[in-house]
């Protein structure tokens, strides 16, 4: 539809997160064309949608062009093996990182349908307007009377206030020494599932003989060759 219509470019996407997604769609107004029109064209191709619900044809040509991508991403050795790692970092199972596949093949227009009401027919948005310096008269008005007032009471000449200054707060950093006599020290941290281990050894030029010259640069590099 759009691209037949006011509409020089358009497009949708979906971004996964592990806390969140979000849905975005993006147009490009023909030449003359203004992003009110614009706007009023992306809510009324949205609300055909809604009401006459998802062709399963063109849900299966989206499926089977998704999974050509998929495969494709996985050529070549290393991107199977970063994809087998996340997929064991994220799920303890290198398996499974087929899984988000096998859930887009096998999404019916049913499903497809009731998460469009779900998330996007008639739900809150965020528009972002792009137009010419100095052209905001041009920019998406499709706000509501509150929205309105709200925006014509900022004053923009004026730069916010910063905020208080948030306290920082350090991570508890504990210490132990080993019976081999290697000191170790530690912190948790708990936002994402994944150790770091950093060793630390008394090396370096410093310490090399003559008779040893280049060896721990040597030893570095090798370390990096499995």
Not at 126 to 139: D, F, H, Q
Request: glycine fraction near 8%; charge should be positive; avoid cysteine.
């Amino acid at each position: 539809y759009l691209v037949r219509d006011p509409v020089q470019f358009g497009g949708a996407g979906w971004s996964r997160g592990e806390q969140a997604s979000e849905i975005d769609i993006t147009v490009r107004a023909a030449p003359g064309v203004s992003l009110d029109t614009l706007g009023a064209r992306v809510n009324e191709l949205l609300a055909k949608l809604d009401r006459e619900g998802i062709d399963a044809e063109a849900l299966r040509r989206q499926q089977n062009r998704y999974e050509s991508d998929f495969v494709n991403r996985l050529e070549t050795v290393a991107a199977k093996t970063s994809a087998l790692a996340d997929a064991n970092l994220f799920t303890g199972d290198p398996a499974s990182s087929t899984r988000l596949l096998k859930q887009v093949v096998a999404v019916t227009p049913q499903q497809v349908h009731a998460a469009l009401r779900k998330w996007v027919s008639g739900k809150p948005r965020v528009v972002t307007s792009v137009v010419p310096a100095g052209k905001r008269e041009l920019a998406y008005s499709g706000r509501t009377p509150a929205q309105a007032a709200a925006e014509a009471a900022l004053d923009r000449s004026q730069r916010p206030l910063a905020g208080a200054t948030p306290v920082f707060k350090a991570p508890k950093v504990w210490h132990d020494a080993w019976a081999n006599g290697v000191s170790v020290t530690g912190t948790r941290y708990s936002e994402l599932p994944v150790v770091t281990l950093q060793l630390s050894v008394p090396g370096g030029h410093r310490r090399d003989t003559p008779a040893s010259a280049g060896l721990s640069s040597l030893t570095g590099q090798l370390m990096n060759e499995g």
